[in-house]
């Protein structure tokens, strides 16, 4: 389980927070092998398909309310778990949160973004699990996390690390990854009622 204090700290100093082998080895492979029997869409759906797939290539599967996988309602639990403990610190009014699996391809990316922008989206907490065995620093792959203009911070999408960020500050990006990367987004969303 996440170390929450450190968590509320981090996010309230830095905006961001890694955690490493959060999720125990017979978690990540649960996870994993529901993952590999989903049929995966294209994430670039949209109004411009060639342009956004200029911007990140990978594939996705959206978690959904009716999931029937012990692995997957453990996991959605785990993510409900955080937003409350959010919720508590800092008052955000989070009131959904909305999940997809990612695969990344080798030569696959995701350019440098953020999740979401004031006033656009109810998007506030980005929450990423991964659940690659066994990888080396020759996959690349990596999360890179800019805490400024200037100044970044690498994450290695290695099994059981958990990362958590505000999504409206942190700008981040998927470099190629070199090997097939599967990871699980997240985002907390205040929704108007
Ligand atoms: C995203 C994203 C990063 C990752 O899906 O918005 O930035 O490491 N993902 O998978
Ligand atoms: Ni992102």
């Not at 996988?69 to 996991?75: L, T």
């Amino acid at each position: 389980m996440i170390n929450f204090d450190k968590l509320l700290d981090a996010l309230e100093n830095d905006g961001y927070y890694i955690e490493e082998n959060v999720l125990d080895d017979d978690f990540v492979k649960d996870l994993k092998n529901e993952f590999l029997v989903r049929k995966l869409d294209m994430s670039h759906i949209g109004k411009d398909k060639n342009k956004n797939s200029e911007i990140r290539n990978d594939h996705i599967s959206w978690l959904t309310e009716n999931e029937t996988s012990p692995a997957i309602q453990k996991y959605q639990k785990f993510l409900n778990t955080i937003s409350n403990t959010i919720n508590n610190a800092f008052y955000l009014g989070l009131n959904n949160v909305e999940a997809h699996f990612a695969k990344y391809e080798k030569g696959n990316f995701y350019k440098k973004h953020k999740d979401s922008f004031k006033n656009n989206n109810s998007r506030l907490i980005t929450v990423i699990s991964y659940l690659n065995e066994d990888w080396k620093k020759e996959d690349n792959g990596i999360l890179r996390i800019y805490k400024n203009e200037h100044d970044y911070i690498d994450v290695e999408p290695k099994k059981g690390t958990v990362v958590c960020f505000l999504s409206e500050k942190i700008e981040h990006e998927v470099l190629p990854s070199n090997n097939t990367r599967y990871s699980i987004t997240s985002w907390m969303r205040k929704d108007k009622l």
